[in-house]
């Protein structure tokens, strides 16, 4: 029998809550245990996204003419309404998507930190004095927002992510329509939940939930909307980027990675491993910037290789709402079936199962999505498993001879997005800081994981070359406008 908080989730539109015009809804399963509702959101329309995006349109000019203290300041009451809610939200983050219970309060934590970062933007300076070749006159820069921004979210990291992308916008003057996964809508909608109640002027902000074909393509192809930022799959990233650009709206692109780490011939082993482990498997996985190739000199690779199978072994797989569980499932049963299927591919090319691999199926695993933390070894970079993002709790070792082999492998991949080294050799980093091909480079840290006030984001086809998060962001969220007075 199923089991529900019999919770519906609404969509936000100028300052209400609403059903959607289709009358259909979706149940959101917890993927540790099938048996579990989460809740029930809704199957949107077309005409609901438009209603989403008139009232945008309709708020943007009093919201942009707000000072930057006073558009702060509400995001300043979001911040302290989200961190009051934070056990709640992180829970049902955990029970919708999956990640252990720990993660998800540091993940809704980190949400906060963001919202009170660019609470803080809205008092910084926005342009440059420039001198002027006319004595009798003066330049200056300032910035204009964009208007009416789409922000569509995947279901990863279903707290941070949205804030990450709403709160620059909002803070420059912009009003928002957000999308997020149908797989992570409660989660997302306990976000806006904080934004209504720090009562913003009705239109500022609006969620629709739904199919990417319907809300999120009608999001990217609207007129009125004068930017759309993303985050998630290369396929669903270049059709959102060429729709935009069809019609001449900006677009921004964070996809996927394939992310390597490299442990050097003189790596601390101990931090290596542990740095393997977290960046390649918690979250079961499911990071963008997931440690997957694992890189390992010859001399080294058979005691890094002790080390981390004897670790990786003693991991415990459940329900991340129980104690004691350091890995949760995959988000769905579509997304296990991804994984398994790679795992299958990687034994068809000839690479070596060295752990792992499995569905779990026993009496405490069986109502849920969950698969072993797996490892493979006798990799070369031309499998499939080496080159395509798995999203999952799969690494693959790596063997080679020398470091000059191992940066020639780390880029010998389409993505960019982050990578990692280990080494204790001055060299050895500088070489790979200045040649590797990413947008987020670690030196003796895991693959995963960016500080809020850095820029964010990748190289070749991880992103469209603009960067997320810190003061980076305001380059996407305006335009300069370059001011003469004579």
């Not at 970062?117 to 342009?127: D, F, P, Q, S």
Request: some cysteine; proline content about 3%.
């Amino acid at each position: 029998m199923l089991k529900t908080d019999e919770q519906s989730y609404l969509n936000f539109i100028n300052g209400r809550w609403k059903s959607s015009e289709s009358g259909e809804t979706k149940e959101v399963l917890n993927p540790a245990d099938r048996n579990d509702v989460v809740g029930i959101i809704q199957r949107s329309t077309i005409d609901d996204v438009n209603e989403a995006i008139t009232s945008a349109k309709a708020a943007k000019e009093s919201w942009r003419k707000l000072s930057g203290n006073e558009r702060g300041n509400y995001l300043y009451k979001v911040a302290n309404i989200l961190e009051n809610r934070l056990d709640e939200v992180a829970e049902t983050l955990t029970r919708e998507m999956g990640k252990t219970l720990p993660e998800a309060k540091g993940e809704t934590a980190r949400g906060v930190a963001i919202l009170r970062y660019y609470a803080g933007e809205g008092l910084r300076e926005v342009g440059d004095v420039i001198p002027s070749t006319d004595s009798n006159g003066i330049m200056y820069t300032t910035r204009t927002p964009l208007g009416v921004v789409g922000v569509i979210t995947p279901w990863n990291f279903p707290v941070a992510i949205p804030i990450w992308k709403i709160a620059p916008a909002l803070i420059y003057g912009n009003t928002v329509v957000i999308k997020p996964a149908t797989e992570a809508a409660a989660t997302a909608a306990k976000v806006i939940e904080c934004f209504a109640e720090a009562e913003l002027p009705n239109g500022v902000i609006n969620m629709v939930t739904g199919s990417g074909s319907i809300v999120g393509n009608r999001i990217a192809e609207h007129p009125d909307v004068n930017g759309v930022t993303f985050t998630g799959s290369d396929q669903t990233g270049k059709h959102i980027g060429q729709t935009a650009l069809a019609r001449g709206a900006k677009y921004q692109l964070e996809m996927g990675g394939k992310n390597p780490v490299i442990v050097a011939d003189d790596a601390d082993l101990d931090l290596a491993v542990q740095a393997t482990i977290s960046g390649g498997l918690s979250s079961t996985g499911q990071k963008c910037t997931a440690t997957s190739r694992v890189i390992v000199q010859s001399s080294i690779y058979d005691a890094f290789k002790e080390k981390l199978l004897t670790q990786i072994q003693a991991l415990t797989v459940g329900n991340g709402l129980e104690d004691g569980n350091w890995m949760g499932p995959s988000v769905s049963e579509s997304q296990l079936e991804t994984v398994l299927h790679y795992i299958k591919k990687g034994k068809e090319e000839g690479a070596t199962l060295l752990t792992g691999g499995n569905r779990l199926t026993d009496a405490e695993h069986k109502d849920g999505n969950f698969v072993e933390p797996t490892v493979f070894e006798d990799v070369t970079n031309d499998m499939t498993i080496a080159q395509e993002e798995i999203f999952g709790p799969v690494l693959a070792l790596i063997k080679v001879e020398t470091f000059e082999e191992a940066m020639k492998l780390a880029n010998d991949t389409e993505y960019g997005l982050s990578a990692a080294v280990f080494t204790e050799n001055i060299r050895k980093m500088l070489t790979f800081i200045d040649d590797i091909e990413v947008g987020l480079v670690r030196v003796n840290a895991e693959t995963a994981g960016v500080e809020l006030q850095a820029p964010f984001g990748g190289m070749k086809s991880s992103s469209s070359h603009s960067r997320e998060q810190g003061k980076a962001a305001i380059e996407f969220f305006t335009s300069i406008k370059t001011v003469f007075i004579k």
